[in-house]
């Protein structure tokens, strides 16, 4: 036996005796066994066939339609109610504004005293005025005495307005009392002699012009209310068209010239 070079690959030399056994394929196990190849054909046919028959007999079901939703129904709407018959307004006085009681006699008593004891009767509704007519506002109660009061004492309805004409505490109260107002002058010139320049300004048109003069000592004149007329021009009952008003005055305690 040769060696094989040494600069050569080993390669084999024939192999001597039968060959070895070939692996049987798929399909030499299909032709050895025809009667079962034919079998199985003949089942996968009949199966094949009954599908499309039971195809054939039942069409496939027709595409559903969607239902459209059903709309809610509007809620029933009642009648509408009758309106009220139509009744007249009955005013309702309250109790306390109807009640009477006893109003107390003020006269002569000090105007802060009278006002007490009017609120301690139940009265509220309470105001004061100069009795002489001056024009005089009751800045300190306690300077001021009553002269008069309207209502009268009494029984009088717990709301009634209490009106008190009252003086200052050195004065006299006059035998009628001038009033809460003064009347404001109409067309003509009202007599002023005896009034206080506060009242006579009171009367007159604000737009009115003034020339105050004091008769006595050619003083200022601040305090109107403390001033009376003794002389005017225009004179008493002369129609009024706007023209200036001149006027000589002196002190209430003082006599004119």
């Known amino acids: 036996m040769s060696q094989p070079h040494p600069n050569q690959p080993y390669q084999p030399g024939p192999q001597w005796g039968a060959p070895p056994p070939k692996q049987p394929s798929f399909l030499d196990w299909v032709k050895a066994h025809k009667a079962i190849s034919a079998v199985g054909a003949g089942v996968a046919v009949v199966i094949v066939g009954a599908a499309m028959a039971s195809g054939a007999g039942n069409p496939p079901p027709a595409p559903s339609t969607p239902t459209p939703p059903v709309a809610a129904a509007a809620p029933a709407q009642s009648a509408p109610a009758a309106a009220p018959a139509a009744t007249t307004p009955t005013a309702t006085v309250p109790a306390a504004q109807t009640k009477q009681v006893d109003l107390p006699n003020f006269v002569g008593m000090g105007l802060q005293s009278a006002q007490d004891k009017a609120q301690a009767s139940g009265f509220y509704f309470l105001t004061s005025h100069d009795a002489l007519g001056r024009s005089r506002m ?4 306690r300077n001021w005495k009553v002269c008069t009061q309207s209502p009268a004492a009494g029984q009088q309805k717990i709301d009634v307005k209490v009106d008190m004409g009252a003086v200052k505490l050195d004065e006299n109260c006059p035998a009628q009392d001038q009033g809460a107002s ?7 010139m009202p007599d002023f002699r005896g009034k206080s320049m506060a009242a006579v300004r009171d009367a007159m048109d ?8 004091d008769l006595l000592e050619g003083r200022m004149v601040l305090l109107e209310s403390n ?3 003794c002389t005017q021009d225009p004179k008493p009952g002369t129609a009024l068209n706007g023209q200036p008003v001149s006027l000589g005055v002196v002190k209430f305690e003082e006599k004119c010239p």
């Open 138 to 141: 009751q800045l300190d109660d």
């Open 182 to 188: 003064t009347p404001k002058a109409a067309g003509s």
């Open 206 to 213: 604000r737009s009115t012009s003034f020339q105050v003069k």
């Open 227 to 229: 001033w009376q007329v």
